[in-house]
Nanobody, 126 residues
Framework: QVRLVESGGGLVQAGGSLRLSCAVS????????MAWFRQAPGKEREFVAA????????DYADSVKGRFTISRDNPKNALYLQMNSLKPEDTAAYSC???????????????????WGRGTQVTVSS
């Protein structure tokens, strides 16, 4: 059974930092694009960042560019999101996702990804 489990969320003051992790079990995603999405209460799930399997190409939502960094460790089957200069509008449940096909580019569309974690809550206070 494939499982993606996020961790690292919490409560932080505006301007602070958090590092999210996504641990994968059940199969390896070392040849698969992966991404982070987030969903705030009452809003649709939105794209945050994505990374190719090699890690040589990344994509970010305009709202997080320059503040968030996505990375991965394929031998550890793990995905990360370093979040700096956090703002109250970053408050959301953050989920990691992976596509089942190999060697694909990334996508900002949530329908592109086949596997999802349950999410970790990030709350930024003003």
């Amino acid at each position: 059974q494939v499982r993606l489990v996020e961790s690292g969320g919490g409560l932080v003051q505006a301007g602070g930092s958090l590092r999210l992790s996504c641990a994968v079990s059940g199969r390896t995603f070392s040849r698969n694009a992966m991404a982070w999405f987030r969903q705030a209460p009452g809003k649709e799930r939105e794209f945050v960042a994505a990374i190719t399997w090699r890690g040589d190409s990344t994509d970010y939502a305009d709202s997080v560019k320059g503040r968030f960094t996505i990375s991965r460790d394929n031998p550890k089957n793990a995905l990360y999101l370093q979040m700096n200069s956090l703002k109250p509008e970053d408050t959301a449940a953050y989920s990691c996702a992976a596509v089942s096909s190999l060697n694909t580019p990334t996508s900002t569309s949530r329908t592109f990804y086949d596997y999802w974690g349950r999410g970790t809550q990030v709350t930024v206070s003003s």
